[in-house]
């Protein structure tokens, strides 16, 4: 079966910077457009950023464009999210997430669990 | 970037009560809306993509409709497990989702 299983969250000071990591199994992964998603504490659900399968395309939110990159490796199945300047308004939830289709923009039938990330001095 | 607004913010009901939710865009998604569930403490889980079609393994009580601007999701019959908070999300453009409702027991 599907498993999205994200780890590197923690508890870190503002303007450090944080990888978070998501480990796939269970499908083809190379085949598979990917996303991450956050949700900070008590609130709604906000879109990242989102690649290709091959990795050669990727987008990312206005509110994290310049500061988080989202990254693949198809040989180990792995999804990255590289946080650059963390604030205290990143704090939240984040989920990796796998696309319906090959398409990086499509709706979302998997979910990780979520890795925990804490911006704080 | 394309507002979602959800309404109502809260709906309280009764177990096999029918729910209705509501979402309204502030532009037309050409149908590209999903609905998710969320139960506390559970990452989302993906209800209807594409206004209508039902995901993998969700129950026939969830059903989705509309077109342009404005979609609903309805319950026909609430069932203990579906008291959760529901997110509506357009992919017309980049991402974005709505605020959710929360389907809480009266």
């Known amino acids: 079966q599907v498993q999205l299983v994200e780890s590197g969250g923690g508890v870190v000071q503002p303007g450090t910077s944080l990888r978070l990591s998501c480990a796939a199994s269970?499908?083809?992964?190379?085949?598979?457009?990917m996303q991450w998603v956050r949700q900070a504490p008590g609130k709604g659900l906000e879109w990242l950023a989102a690649v290709s399968p091959d990795g050669s395309d990727e987008h990312h939110a206005d509110s994290v464009k310049g500061r988080f990159t989202i990254s693949r490796d198809n040989s180990k199945s792995a999804l990255y999210m590289q946080m650059n300047s963390l604030r205290a308004e990143d704090t939240a939830v984040y989920y990796c997430a796998k696309t319906s289709s090959n398409w990086l923009n499509d709706a979302l039938d998997f979910w990780g669990q979520g890795t925990m990330v804490t911006v704080s001095s | 970037e394309i507002v979602l607004t959800q309404s109502p913010a809260t709906l309280s009901l009764s177990p096999g009560e029918r729910a209705t939710l509501s979402c309204r865009a502030s532009q037309s998604i050409n149908n590209y809306l999903a609905w998710y569930q969320q139960r506390p403490g559970q990452a989302p889980r993906l209800l209807i993509y594409?206004?209508?079609n039902r995901a993998t393994g969700i129950p026939a009580r969830f059903s989705g409709s509309g077109s342009g601007t404005d979609f609903s999701l309805t319950i026909s019959s609430l069932e203990p497990e579906d008291f959760a908070v529901y997110y509506c999300?357009?992919?017309?453009?980049?991402?974005?989702f709505g605020p959710g409702t929360k389907v809480e027991i009266k």
């Open positions: 269970g499908f083809t992964f190379s085949t598979y457009g």
């Open positions: 594409d206004t209508f």
């Open positions: 999300q357009q992919r017309y453009t980049w991402p974005t």
